[in-house]
């Protein structure tokens, strides 16, 4: 039997873009990598920064389980990623509630600072970049990239709850 040519199923998308999507994730892992390798912390350190800086900008209490859930870490992973956090000086654990079980998570001034240093030559060069490009051509690309972070989204979702990973194939 002789194998068909491959063809792209209705609505994908064009595969250059989709290549350079890669690439910049790629680029911006390796970033991440270097950054916290001179820094002596993890990818998963600098990913649990994030986590409690995105929900403390929003007003939400960050928990280890909500640390925990967000990362897909067991407890005894949480537990040691929050004591090296806490070793290093960059999250405090503080209880909160009148009966002081539950435990808060919060980034200290270290925490941003070093975040800031550590990001600031890629800020500057992303920066740079942008200046090239005009206000309205800035809004394109800010849709499209929200368009890009919620399809992304949308496909682990769908990943995690069995969906279709790939074409079908015939039976």
């Known amino acids: 039997?002789?194998?068909?040519?491959?063809?792209?199923?209705?609505?994908?998308?064009?595969?250059?873009?989709?290549r350079l999507l890669q690439d910049f994730t790629l680029e911006a892992n390796r970033y991440v990598d270097t950054a916290g390798a001179r820094n002596d912390m993890h990818r998963t350190d600098l990913n649990a920064l994030a986590v409690i800086m995105r929900h403390?900008?929003?007003?939400t209490v960050v928990t280890p389980g909500i640390l925990r859930k967000e990362l897909h870490l067991s407890s005894p992973a949480t537990t040691a990623l929050i004591d090296r956090l806490v070793q290093s000086g960059h999250v405090i654990r503080e209880r909160v509630g009148s009966d002081r079980r539950q435990v808060?998570?919060?980034?200290?001034?270290?925490?941003?600072?070093?975040?800031?240093?550590?990001?600031?030559?890629?800020?500057?060069?992303?920066?740079?970049?942008?200046?090239?490009?005009?206000?309205?051509?800035l809004e394109t690309v800010t849709r499209f990239m929200t368009a890009m972070v919620e399809a992304t989204i949308a496909a682990r979702q769908e990943a995690s709850d069995g969906g279709p990973a790939s074409p079908a194939q015939p039976a």
Do not use: I
Not at 1 to 18: K, Y
Not at 115 to 127: C, D, K, T, V, Y
């Open 104 to 137: 808060q998570l919060r980034m200290t001034p270290k925490a941003f600072q070093d975040g800031g240093a550590m990001f600031m030559p890629l800020s500057r060069h992303m920066g740079t970049a942008m200046a090239a490009f005009g206000e309205q051509e």
């Open 1 to 18: 039997m002789a194998e068909e040519a491959f063809q792209r199923p209705e609505n994908s998308a064009p595969q250059a873009l989709v």
């Open 56 to 59: 403390s900008a929003k007003g």
